[in-house]
Nanobody
């Protein structure tokens, strides 16, 4: 299987940019479609975006379109979430996960979740 570890979160100001990383183990990382989710305190997890195994197809939640970009570097077994123009409502624990099939915006479509990286945006 694949093991995932997120990093790159932190405390930032509104309007700043941040790049989150999702490092994967295993030589088969490049065969996995991947996704990003986030969860704010006291709220349900929210779908952020999706990327195909080659990086050729991406899909984003309406709430983040235009500000969030997903990239992947299969040679380094890493997926990235570039976040621009951060807003306080972006504050959440951000998770990456591997896609297993089904509705790509649903948590049940993913497995092999990472532990998450915290993003906190001050106004």
């Amino acid at each position: 299987q694949v093991q995932l570890v997120e990093s790159g979160g932190g405390l930032v100001q509104a309007g700043d940019s941040l790049r989150l990383s999702c490092a994967a183990s295993g030589r088969t990382f490049s065969t996995y479609n991947m996704g990003w989710f986030r969860q704010a305190p006291g709220k349900e997890p929210e779908f952020v975006g999706y990327i195909s195994w080659s990086g050729g197809v991406t899909y984003y939640a309406d709430s983040v379109k235009g500000r969030f970009t997903i990239f992947r570097d299969n040679a380094n077994n890493t997926m990235y979430l570039q976040i621009n123009s951060l807003k306080p409502e972006d504050t959440a624990l951000y998770y990456c996960a591997s896609y297993r099939g089904g509705n790509r915006v649903a948590r049940t479509a993913y497995d092999n979740w990472g532990q998450g990286t915290q993003v906190t945006v001050s106004s």
